[in-house]
């Protein structure tokens, strides 16, 4: 069955503070990595997307890395802000039109 | 900058109701979608429309329907609402629906069904 596993389910760090959520996935066969982040409120944004060829992609303080072979992904935060507060989702795309999504991990940041 | 535009943003219907949710892009993009986001889930494809004149059913179309009706335009009715499609949903789109293209999404439409 095709799946997307996030986890933590919710994290809370300091500002300031770096992070990195962690997304694996069963889906087959595979074309694409995305993150999105949304927030409270708001239809979710992309990040990064990486295709099969490319383990790293980075969008400013965001770094997103792949590893096709154990079907594992992270982003990482550097640095964050206040204003990083939100849900992080890891979408896997398959042939077609079929998207994947995740069920996201909630990130809380205090100052 | 208004990119993909949903309406209504919040809804309350009743058992039996019909109602139809409204979406537009002005990016002039291909491919539009129909997801919902229900709690401690991630989103579920519902309908899709790969261009104009085009509609394909996703994971979850049962108790849907879907219009394209221009390039723009691209809306999802509820014929007979029930409880189970309370629900947030968010219309999507993107240039080509290929890989390397990502998904712009509205505000989301929260609906409830009493």
């Known amino acids: 069955k095709n799946q997307v596993e996030q986890s933590p389910q919710s994290l809370i760090i300091l500002e300031g503070k770096n992070c990195t959520l962690q997304c694996n996935y069963t889906v087959s066969p595979f074309s694409n990595l995305r993150w999105y982040k949304q927030d409270t409120g708001r239809g979710p944004v992309s990040l990064t997307i990486m295709t099969f060829s490319e383990n790293t992609k980075s969008n400013g303080r965001y770094t997103a890395t792949l590893d096709a072979d154990t079907k594992q992904s992270s982003l990482h935060i550097t640095a964050s802000q206040l204003s990083d507060s939100a849900s992080y989702i890891c979408?896997?795309?398959?042939?077609?039109?079929?998207?994947?999504f995740g069920p996201g991990t909630r990130l809380s940041v205090l100052p | 900058n208004a990119g993909v535009t949903q309406t209504p943003k919040f809804q309350v219907l009743k058992t039996g109701q019909s109602m139809t949710l409204q979406c537009a892009q002005d990016?002039?993009?291909?491919?539009m979608y129909w997801y919902r986001q229900d709690p401690g889930m991630g989103l579920r494809l519902i309908y899709y429309?790969?261009?104009?004149?085009?509609?394909d059913k996703g994971e979850v179309p049962n108790g849907y329907n879907v219009s394209r009706l221009n390039k723009r335009e691209f809306s999802l009715r509820l014929e007979s609402a029930a409880p189970s499609q309370t629900s947030v949903y968010f219309c999507a789109s993107s240039a080509t629906g290929k890989g390397n293209q990502p998904q712009h999404f509205g505000d989301g439409t929260r609906l409830s069904i009493l």
């Open positions: 429309s790969a261009s104009e004149g085009t509609t």
């Open positions: 990016m002039n993009h291909n491919s």
């Open positions: 979408v896997v795309g398959s042939y077609g039109q079929n998207f994947v």
